[in-house]
């Protein structure tokens, strides 16, 4: 039987297959090191299993409002209040099963046959495929290694047509893990005040930022741009929950009135005793993030003084998430004992089987000459991954 036409749109996620992968063959015994995952190696603070325990004990074990607890939702209103200053009611909130749930959901809501959505890159693997599931376009913005991979606002109005309905902007990025600066985000504001589009402003890594300050939502940088930003974050960066499925937007009411009708007709609501977590979580904000920066950061610098010893490696200086994202196009045409490396797809596999250590390859990311990174391991497994990466490349002919 012939499946739905759209699913030949789509491909498997990248970032999902090479962790399966690195899992399955470290259950073979296979001594793997996983730099491929995009979560966190901490645990997840243990007031926020203790209250999702409570809550289990407390039989909260029933359904919920689909898009969410209202206790937890106002929790929500209050942390972009306490946090951000902004004021947002319930009913422009709604919590999914996870960022990446919380994104598929905006794109059904605001997206009609042939919508187009401006993606710069390089972007994180799942936005272009959730777009053409949901009937839209992606239309890329290219950015550039020189420009540090952020795009120039003068570009992305460009891409503006009668058909754009929205633009994503993920800061810090994954896979690049650079942090736009203010005068692009003022930018990115007025364009989309001008043009009346939607900004999808992913910002599940905002609290891991190796600058000074904090990073802010983007209507810091314009209130005005309040109706057409919807903010899409969750708690599986910066309280290391990725298995909860916690994700939350905030946005006007009548897309998150949309993305609640589409949730009460697929999933309901996120499982309730992890809502419980969150809700303790939210309460206490993520004050165990500087700790985890320090240890992020240590990992990060050690990786990037090692790249400056490989040869045909370079690498900008990423500036939140917990990715590094080197350029390797340096090794392409290089030859090993399973042929000749001619793109980033050829890298992981010759990192996966010399050196025995995986990375996501560039393409899937839109920017094929790069592979991505995760410094989520530890500093003694990241030291022995740098090793066995250099004993590997010197393999290279
Ligand atoms: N946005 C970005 C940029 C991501 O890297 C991820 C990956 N986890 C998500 C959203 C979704 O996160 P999750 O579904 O795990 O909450
Ligand atoms: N976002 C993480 C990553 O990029 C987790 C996997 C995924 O959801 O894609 O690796």
Redesign the pocket.
Known sequence: MKLADRISLIKP?A??AI?AKAKAMRAEGIDILGFG???PDFDTPDFVKDAAIEALRAGKTKYTDAPGMPELRDALCDYYKRTEGLEYERAETIFSIGG?HSLFNIFQAILSEGDEVIIPTPY???YPDQVLLCGGKPVFLETSEKNSFLFKASDLEKLVTENTKAIVVNSPS?PSGMVYDDETLKAVCDIAIKHKIYVVWDEIYKDVYYGDGKLRSLPYYNPDVKPYTIICSGLSKNFSMTGWRIGWVLGPKDVVKAMSMVQGQSTSNPVTFAQYGALAALKEGPTHIGEWLKQFRARRDKLLSAFEDIPGLSCVTPMGAFYVFPNVSGWFGKKWSGGEIKDSYDVTKFLLEVAQVAVVPGDPFGAPGHVRI?YALSMSDIEKGIARIKSAVGELS
């Open positions: 996620s970032t999902m962790t995952a995009g979560e990446k994180w693997v799942s994954n995760s």
